[in-house]
């Protein structure tokens, strides 16, 4: 647009001030028809009043600079079809602050006599009403979706506690609004689009009241078809509910008698809900009639009532309360009540125009609400089914995999026991994943899971079979250090074997370590190395490409699905258990089962218990029987390395332990068990049970277990067993590897006395092999146990715990079975290493590591026996090996400072005599654990030398005030105990080993 200037130059007119000049007058123009709402529903309203005069005061038009004022419209008649409409104008909803209006820029006639209120000329013609109403054709309904008012169209609830609305049409259809009827709210502004505009189709614009008498509609999504009616003041039809839309429209016809009418409607409704009619349609005329006729006090009477119902002969012929649910107070009209209204379900009420007079006498129409109801229900039903139909193909998806997974590792345990002894006697390879598959609940509970799943550094001495190359998955990222370290002491073999240190092999080609890409991407998730596996495509690719063509097998650590997984994925035999048996007999009560299947001794005690009232009545059964027991362990099912573990010293703690003792002497051994007295001591037991419970219970991982109440709702949980603890004060912990080789052929591996550093139920270490029990005994306890094991399903490797200890009363020793572990233990993993330092044999039947002589045996036996007997071909070997020493200040040193200095003062391994200390390094960044086993000819030597290098490590690696964490300590007081180091033979160490005394000072 341009505007010629006196010199005839065209200058540009900015769009902004066009903009702000129609902004201003549609603004005005918005709140002046919203306010004439305001008033026609509560003309009585002061504040309505006094917000009109507020809009007529503020009502001002933009300055267009430069530019003359244009007519804001002509004064053409609204019958000509081109004329625009004067309330068309542009969309543009500025907020901004306009321009003043100044009074040259205001057109004659565009103002009121005050001059502030907007009136446009064009509005104030009366223009003739069109010979018909335009209607669209009649098409097939649809069920529309209730939604929420689009611009340009506002619903609004007559009555906050009810869902009936006025929906009037956007302005393509008519001028429509709705509004609150609760007092004080300000209703939602129009759009320019749609208060602003009328429809060319129509020429004429009809004030809000004569819109509300012709074109208030029944709900949207239940109005039927509707043809094109005459347009005339029609006969309302209103179904009887005062909170209705249809009300509202008998209030403006007949607001001078509304009072009347409100006395009529009232006592209608009552009659109609005593009599359960489900719609009454009233003409609105006789309505106004007889309302102006009767007196403001006197109520209707039924003939009255029934004589203004255009549906009177229905009305009549519906039965009382016919299954209307007159008992509810108020009587429901459609498929659904009124959302919303509780209890009180209400009539529902519309308003019609006489082209709808016959289909509302027939037919009810829903509560407004209950379409939307519907839909939301459906969408919640869909959405919800298509959620579970997902989860449950998904569900079914797993299930399908992890049965084909389950159905290839037994085809594949068939073939491997079929051609078992050829792979065992010829070249093949075998994957190490050392991951511990406990349930989930149990591995969010063990600190530096990737840690203790790389205790068993020792698998990769599988090498020391020629014919054997090694796969070792490691659960963390070893440095280039780390991997050189390896490689040096797996090249130790040769060096032993020659007797001379320069022999030392490169054995790189045969083991690889590889760590799953995936071990950091689920830092949260505590997954085992099996499920990490799972999910590292490049190492399974890696070793798809390393197992191609060669015989290969996998063995696992605690047997868990995703091992068969990933042997699947791999095709590869897995020598283990199904994860199913594993879970069934490696628990504390199926490892009883299994004991008491294979007939050897066990603890007294009982399992499987999951509620309180079960322990306290087993406890008070075990304690009257076994008087003489003063500890008893509460041990949880799937817990592992005594973390799951409680003691109590029941009977030091017993108020009616003296009474029962007497009685029971009283009585005499065959009595008592008969007597009223025993059932009587065991309701006093069972009695003080809970108290002292809660008082005296001990867990042995107090971080995890502060109370016995903490305890025992993980014991109840998750299940467990109650077992007496050794009477006696010399107790020896045992533990016995094994194997069952695919043909059924079952081998005693390795067998080991427990260390005990962090108390009597935590394992931390082995003697190796074991000297506490009679081998011919233990082995034949083995045998039966692991009988019992494969009649139940289990394949591969396996521990067994026993506890000995001498019986006070009889003198002689007893051994129990105590626990049951599937899966390759840190034990067995020591004593690969052991094996494969000294090249000796471990004979289980005799507890005997027998190793070849070293260079100084040779020749002490050499000169002994010359010319009379040949040199022994070995001599025995023992060794002192951990897993789980922890010192906080290891972080604080290197591997490399830390050989060092452990070499500067004479700790390391000499392969010339095979004995000597070898370290086990687990991971390079926090560094605060290490495995270190020791290996000498005799038990006592190798457990001082043991503790000696515990205090030189300390020494090195400690400040003086030193506060952290560490079992170093723990550990030589247990390797005293077991040496039953008194004072007197300290005070002769000092003498004659100065250090090892130091030791055990320390």
Not at 504 to 533: G, K, W, Y
Not at 609 to 630: F, G, K, P, Y
Not at 816 to 836: E, F, I, N, R
Request: overall charge negative; glycine content about 8%; hydrophobic content about 35%.
């Amino acid at each position: 647009m341009e505007q010629n200037n006196l010199k005839g130059n065209a200058e540009a007119v900015d769009i902004c001030d066009l903009r702000k000049a129609t902004d201003r007058p549609e603004l005005g123009l918005r709140q002046q028809v919203e306010m004439d709402f305001k008033i026609m529903l509560d003309p009585e309203n002061m504040e309505n009043k006094a917000g009109l005069k507020l809009l007529n005061d503020e009502t001002r038009l933009p300055l267009i600079a430069k530019k003359k004022s244009a007519p804001v419209c002509s004064q053409r008649t609204g019958k000509d079809p081109t004329a625009p409409s004067p309330w068309a104008l542009p969309a543009f909803l500025s907020l901004g602050s306009p321009l003043p209006l100044l009074e040259g820029d205001t057109p004659k006639g565009a103002l009121s006599p005050s001059g502030q209120r907007l009136i446009l000329p064009a509005a104030l013609r009366a223009l003739p009403a069109p010979p018909a109403v335009p209607r669209a054709a009649p098409g097939p309904q649809f069920p529309r979706q209730h939604k929420k008012p689009a611009l340009g169209e506002i619903s609004v609830r007559l009555d906050p506690e009810s869902t009936d609305t006025i929906t009037l049409p956007k302005p393509k259809e008519a001028v429509y609004g709705t509004y609150s009827s609760s007092k004080g709210s300000i209703p939602s502004l129009p759009s320019s689009n749609s208060v602003l505009s009328t429809r060319r189709s129509r020429p004429e614009w009809r004030c809000p009241a004569q819109q509300l008498q012709t074109e208030v509609h029944i709900p949207p999504q239940t109005q039927p078809p509707q043809t094109a009616q005459p347009f005339q003041d029609p006969c309302l039809d209103i179904a009887v509910l005062q909170k209705a839309p249809g009300v509202l429209t008998l209030q403006h016809l007949h607001h001078s008698s509304w009072g009347s009418t409100v006395g009529f409607l009232e006592p209608s409704e009552k009659l109609l809900e005593d009599h359960s009619v489900p719609l009454a349609t009233i003409n609105s005329q006789k309505l106004a009639q007889i309302t102006s006729d009767l007196d403001f006090k006197e109520n209707p009477t039924k003939s009255d009532i029934l004589s203004m119902m255009k549906n009177q002969p229905a009305v009549e012929e519906t039965p009382n309360g016919a299954g209307q649910g007159g008992s509810t107070g108020g009587h429901r009209v459609g498929p659904s009540p009124v959302p919303g209204s509780g209890q009180q379900q209400q009539w529902a009420a519309g308003v019609t125009s006489p082209g709808q007079q016959q289909w509302a006498a027939g037919v009810t129409s829903p509560v407004p609400g209950s379409g939307q109801q519907q839909q939301w229900a459906a969408g919640v039903l869909s959405s919800s089914w298509r959620s579970w139909s997902h989860l449950a193909r998904l569900r079914g998806a797993l299930r399908a995999a992890r049965r084909r997974h389950l159905e290839n590792f037994c085809s594949r345990a068939k073939h491997l026991a079929a051609n078992w002894n050829r792979i065992r006697t010829s070249r093949r390879t075998i994957i190490h994943i050392p991951s511990l598959g406990y349930s989930q609940h149990i591995r969010e509970h063990i600190p530096d899971l990737a840690v203790q799943q790389n205790l068993q550094m020792g698998r990769l001495c599988d090498i020391l079979d020629a014919n054997v190359d090694v796969i070792y998955i490691c659960p963390l990222a070893l440095s280039e250090e780390l991997l050189q370290y390896y490689n040096k002491l797996l090249g130790l073999q040769a060096a032993v074997r020659s007797g001379s240190p320069e022999d030392m092999a490169d054995l790189q080609d045969r083991f690889r370590i590889l760590t799953p890409e995936a071990i950091n991407s689920f830092p949260e998730q505590h997954m085992c190395l099996a499920t990490v596996l799972k999910y590292s495509p490049r190492t399974l690719q890696r070793l798809q490409g390393l197992l191609q063509g060669r015989d290969a097998y996998m063995v696992g650590g605690v047997p868990h699905l995703d091992e068969l997984a990933v042997a699947d994925q791999l095709q590869v035999p897995l020598l283990g258990s199904e994860p199913a048996v594993a879970q069934l007999c490696s628990t504390k009560s199926g490892s009883r089962r299994i004991f008491a299947s294979a007939g050897v001794p066990t603890p007294p005690g009982e399992g499987d218990i999951h509620s309180r009232e079960q322990l306290l009545r087993a406890l008070s059964q075990l304690v009257l029987d076994n008087l003489e027991v003063q500890r008893w362990l509460f041990k949880v099912d799937d817990e592992r390395a005594g973390d799951g573990t409680a003691f109590c010293d029941v009977i030091s703690h017993l108020e009616c332990q003296p009474w029962i003792q007497r009685e029971q002497q009283e009585h005499g051994p065959g009595v008592w068990s008969k007597s009223q007295a025993r059932e009587l001591a065991l309701v006093k037991i069972s009695q003080e049970l809970p108290g002292l419970l809660a008082q005296h219970v001990q867990p042995v991982n107090e971080k995890r277990f502060p109370t016995w109440e903490k305890f025992l709702q993980t014991f109840l949980t998750q299940g467990g067993v109650i077992e007496a603890f050794p009477c006696s004060g010399s107790v020896a912990n045992l533990t016995v590897d094994l194997l069952i080789e695919p043909t059924g052929e079952l081998t005693l591996l390795a067998s080991g006395e427990q260390l005990h550093a962090e108390g009597p139920l935590r394992s931390s270490g082995t003697t190796i092999p074991q000297r506490s029990v009679d081998p011919g005994l233990l082995q034949a306890l083995c045998l039966k146990v692991g009988e019992a094991c494969k009649a139940k399903g289990v394949l591969g490797y396996f521990s067994v715990d026993f506890v000995a200890f001498t019986h006070p009363q009889t003198g002689r020793q007893q051994v129990w079975a105590t626990d049951l572990d599937l899966g390759y233990s840190d034990q067995l993993a020591l004593s690969q290493l052991l094996v494969y330092l000294t090249d000796g044999d471990v004979d289980c039947g005799s507890s005997i590591l027998q190793a070849p002589l070293g260079a100084k045996e040779s020749q002490s036996q050499g000169v002994q026996h010359e010319g009379t007997k040949p040199p022994a071909p070995s001599s025995p070997r023992c060794a002192v090996a951990s897993s789980q020493l922890r010192h906080c200040s290891l972080s604080g040193i290197s591997y490399s400072l830390l050989l060092h200095t452990c070499k500067a003062h004479g700790i390391g391994f000499d392969p010339q005599e095979k004995q000597g200390t070898v370290f086990v390094l687990y991971e390079d960044q926090k560094r605060h654990s290490l495995g270190m086993i020791t290996i000498g000819e005799d038990l006592q030597g190798v457990l001082l030398t043991f503790a000696r290098n515990l205090f030189i490590i300390h020494q090195e690696i400690s400040a003086p005030n030193m506060q952290g964490e560490t079992n170093f300590k723990m550990a030589i007081r247990d390797i005293e105990a077991i040496l039953g180091v008194t004072a007197e033979n300290k005070l002769r160490l000092e003498e004659e080993q100065p250090w090892e005394a130091d030791a055990l000072k320390e």
